[in-house]
């Protein structure tokens, strides 16, 4: 079945580094990904949607400047937590639906757990 | 954009009793109701989904129910056992390549 990808699964780091968090589709193209944000005992919160070989989409209330994303092939997308602080601690999931998408469901990443010290 | 409400925010059940969680939706245009299971700290996992043209799909002892004129879906877990006990979401999702939209979750306890 159609695997996402998410690595790294878990960083502990500074405030202030630039983390990047990466999204891979195994088994299909996806010019489409979803980045999402949970929060202890939250929902997931869409943050932007990402497309292949164009700008992508933020949510309201995210900053652009500093969730960077690109996804310049159809089987990367990367987010880029820029100058993190402990307010960007989070459970960051990535998720994509395969171009038949239609009749298939969204496919998850299994998250990446983001700790700024 | 669409809105999905979701309740209970939190259901403790003893183990073997039923649980129903219950969600509504806003966007009429919405034709995928999926409803996923998560544990700490792990992905949410697609446990049944339900399109607008099915009023009721049942897998095992899950169930989810859709009325669309009314804008709810819901799930049923049956004979329910402590490893049921998670976090469970409902989302809702437009057609296209659009995001899913979540609810904000139930946390189910199963108590032995």
């Known amino acids: 079945g159609a695997v996402v990808s998410q690595h790294p699964s878990w960083v502990i780091c500074k405030s202030g580094t630039s983390v990047k968090i990466e999204c891979r589709s195994l088994d299909f193209q996806a010019t489409t990904m979803f980045w999402y944000r949970q929060f202890p005992k939250q929902s997931l919160m869409l943050m932007a949607t990402s497309n292949e070989g164009s700008k992508a989409t933020y949510e309201q209330g995210v900053e652009k400047d500093k969730f960077l994303i690109n996804h310049a092939s159809l089987t990367l997308s990367t987010l880029t937590v820029t100058s993190a602080h402990p307010e960007d601690s989070s459970f960051y999931i990535c998720?994509?639906?395969?171009?038949?998408?239609?009749?298939?469901?969204?496919?998850f990443g299994d998250g990446t757990r983001l700790s700024i010290l | 954009g669409e809105n999905v409400e979701q309740h209970p925010s939190t259901l403790s059940v003893q183990e073997g009793d039923s649980a129903v969680i219950k969600c509504t939706y806003s966007d009429s245009a919405s034709n995928y109701f999926p409803w996923y299971k998560q544990e700490l700290g792990k992905r949410p996992q697609l446990i049944i989904d339900i399109r607008s043209n099915v009023g009721e799909k049942k897998d095992q002892r899950i169930a989810v129910t859709l009325n669309k004129t009314a804008k709810h879906f819901s799930l049923h877990i049956t004979e329910t056992q402590p490893e049921d006990s998670a976090v469970y979401f409902c989302?809702?999702?437009?057609?296209?390549?659009?995001?899913?939209?979540f609810g904000k979750g139930t946390r189910l306890s199963v108590i032995a």
């Open positions: 998720s994509a639906r395969p171009p038949d998408g239609m009749n298939q469901p969204q496919h």
């Open positions: 989302a809702a999702i437009r057609p296209g390549n659009t995001p899913l939209v």
